[in-house]
């Protein structure tokens, strides 16, 4: 498939999770609406016909007690048992107003039972109060009692049909209830297995969409970093993973001529350092032997007609040969600093003290001409070139001696644990270096005096920043003395002391 002709992967996955989520809408919807029908049959059921059917037995008590009442009266002829009677009456107006509320006029009975209520009222409650009343309890006939019993049976009837048919609807109800709770109950069910198939469907389709196009191409990635250059990257899937191949497969290209580019400037740089090589050769044979012939014969004249030839003469022979002798140092200087980090010797552990040590030794004559003073204490170890790592204590001792003040020099020699670094600092209280020079003094060949006034080819610090490097530290003009000058540099802690200090620290302590 054609690059053009590839679906994103963001709009294919709009689509179906679009999809996905309309059929989710579809299944709560119909949750909502079963749920709703759930509640409406629950209401019919509990909030009505359960208080129907209880209005319904109110509405025969209450016919009930009429009759009871009139029965009582019709006997003794005393109104308190004709209270029920007349109460009777008002219940029963409520009950049948309260059953047509809750459920309406079930098929017509509660007209019914109110019209042969008063039918009975009439024909025969009514007429036998009244005789009782005029005539006393036993006035009524047996051909009247029959009469009311036969009117209040039919009552009877209609309120035995209430019941039944406010039971059936209480049964339909319940069905209805019960049919409601399985349809939510199976909805719910199949909404989960929805959701469920919904995500892991998209689980599926996010794995096989990005994760694995993503995965695949991740790993050809890895295999360029590892340093397979030459291998092109192939992605597969949707539209960005392939815009991301080929974006990373243009990177790797870049990289592949830059390290063609990097290649043949390292041929052109090992040329180079072999020209210098040769250069270096030549400087330090067949340039050094005719200077020695000059410096040697300017010498020679120097003796032989020092004092014969007027002053100009011995001033200009005098020129010659400090001009010869200077050359020679800044060749021997020049061919010193070109060996840092050329020539390589086997590092050992240098023991920084006696370093120091052997440098005072050698410097004792300066220093008991100028009266100076050093003070080193608790040197450590490190790993290098001790030659080298002489050199550096070396000059910074030597310019500490040269560049003293109006009082006799003190030189301080610290070291401090700094990580994995030991950082080292050389204190004197000389005529000190201003800071704008900070950088400038570790340029080779760069003086802050004249030549005269101080000795020196100006590439001793120039050496000391290339020694320090080259040991895999870094060294600094600390600008925030109030006298002197200080140096500070870093040298890495000694492998082996770090691996000591590994082994003291996984040791348990009791």
């Given at each position: 498939m054609k690059l053009s002709e590839r679906l994103p992967a963001s709009r294919l996955l709009i689509v179906i999770v679009t999809i996905l989520l309309a059929?989710?809408?579809?299944?709560?919807?119909?949750?909502?609406?079963?749920?709703?029908?759930?509640?409406g049959a629950r209401e019919q059921s509990i909030d009505r016909i359960a208080p129907?059917?209880?209005?319904?037995?109110?509405?025969?008590?209450?016919?009930?007690?009429?009759?009871?009442?009139?029965?009582?009266?019709?006997?003794?002829?005393?109104?308190?048992?004709?209270?029920?009677?007349?109460?009777?009456?008002?219940?029963?107006?409520?009950?049948?107003?309260?059953?047509?509320?809750?459920?309406?006029?079930?098929?017509?009975?509660?007209?019914?039972?109110?019209?042969?209520?008063?039918?009975?009222?009439?024909?025969?409650?009514?007429?036998?109060?009244?005789?009782?009343?005029?005539?006393?309890?036993?006035?009524?006939?047996?051909?009247?009692?029959?009469?009311?019993?036969?009117?209040?049976?039919?009552v009877r009837t209609e309120l035995d049909g209430l019941q039944a048919d406010i039971g059936r609807l209480g049964a339909d109800a319940r069905d209805d209830v019960n049919h409601a709770s399985a349809v939510v109950l199976w909805l719910v069910i199949g909404v989960g297995i929805l959701l469920v198939a919904v995500i892991g469907g998209l689980s599926l389709l996010l794995h096989r969409l990005l994760i694995t196009p993503l995965s695949e191409l991740a790993e050809q990635v890895r295999q360029v970093a590892s340093g397979d250059f030459e291998h092109e990257i192939d992605a597969h899937g949707p539209l960005e993973?392939?815009?991301?191949?080929?974006?990373?497969?243009?990177?790797?290209?870049?990289?592949?001529?830059?390290?063609?580019?990097?290649?043949?400037?390292?041929?052109?740089?090992?040329?180079?350092?072999?020209?210098?090589?040769?250069?270096?050769?030549?400087?330090?044979?067949?340039l050094q032997e005719p200077l020695r012939k000059v410096a040697s014969f300017c010498q020679l004249l120097q003796r032989r007609y020092g004092g014969r030839l007027d002053d100009r003469a011995d001033q200009y022979i005098e020129f010659a040969v400090d001009g010869a002798k200077r050359m020679q140092g800044l060749i021997n200087d020049l061919l010193a600093f070109s060996r840092v980090g050329r020539i390589t010797r086997e590092r050992t552990i240098v023991d920084i003290g006696d370093?120091?040590?052997?440098?005072?030794?050698?410097?004792?004559?300066?220093?008991?001409?100028?009266?100076?003073?050093?003070?080193?204490?608790?040197?450590?170890?490190?790993?290098?070139?001790?030659?080298?790592?002489?050199?550096?204590?070396?000059?910074?001792?030597?310019?500490?001696?040269?560049?003293?003040g109006s009082v006799d020099p003190v030189i301080n020699i610290e070291a401090e644990r700094d990580g994995d670094?030991?950082?080292?600092?050389?204190?004197?209280?000389?005529?000190?270096?201003?800071?704008?020079?900070?950088?400038?003094?570790?340029?080779?060949?760069?003086?802050?005096?004249?030549k005269d006034a101080y000795p020196g080819t100006g590439i001793g610090l120039a050496m000391c920043r290339k020694i320090v490097e080259y040991h895999g530290g870094t060294i600094w003009l600390k600008t925030d003395v109030e006298t002197g000058t200080t140096f500070e540099f870093t040298l890495p802690v000694a492998e082996e002391e770090l691996a000591a200090e590994e082994e003291l620290a996984e040791v348990p302590h009791e």
């Open positions: 059929m989710t809408a579809v299944a709560i919807a119909s949750t909502v609406i079963a749920l709703d029908s759930l509640a129907a059917e209880r209005r319904a037995k109110d509405l025969s008590r209450a016919l009930l007690d009429q009759e009871t009442g009139l029965r009582g009266y019709v006997l003794t002829g005393e109104m308190e048992f004709l209270k029920p009677y007349l109460d009777g009456q008002s219940d029963e107006v409520q009950a049948a107003k309260d059953v047509r509320d809750l459920v309406g006029d079930v098929n017509g009975r509660v007209q019914r039972i109110e019209d042969l209520a008063r039918e009975w009222r009439a024909q025969y409650a009514e007429p036998t109060v009244a005789g009782v009343r005029q005539s006393g309890p036993v006035s009524t006939t047996s051909q009247d009692n029959d009469r009311g019993k036969a009117l209040f049976d039919q993973t392939v815009m991301l191949g080929e974006d990373v497969d243009a990177m790797r290209r870049r990289i592949v001529q830059e390290l063609a580019t990097l290649d043949a400037a390292k041929s052109e740089l090992q040329r180079s350092n072999s020209e210098l090589e040769q250069f270096a050769y030549v400087a330090s044979h067949d370093v120091v040590r052997h440098l005072v030794d050698s410097f004792s004559e300066r220093i008991e001409e100028t009266n100076a003073q050093v003070v080193a204490e608790n040197l450590p170890c490190v790993r290098g070139e001790a030659s080298l790592l002489s050199a550096v204590f070396q000059n910074l001792i030597s310019n500490a001696l040269k560049f003293r670094m030991w950082k080292f600092s050389v204190h004197d209280n000389g005529i000190g270096i201003e800071p704008e020079y900070a950088e400038r003094i570790f340029i080779i060949f760069q003086r802050l005096h004249p």
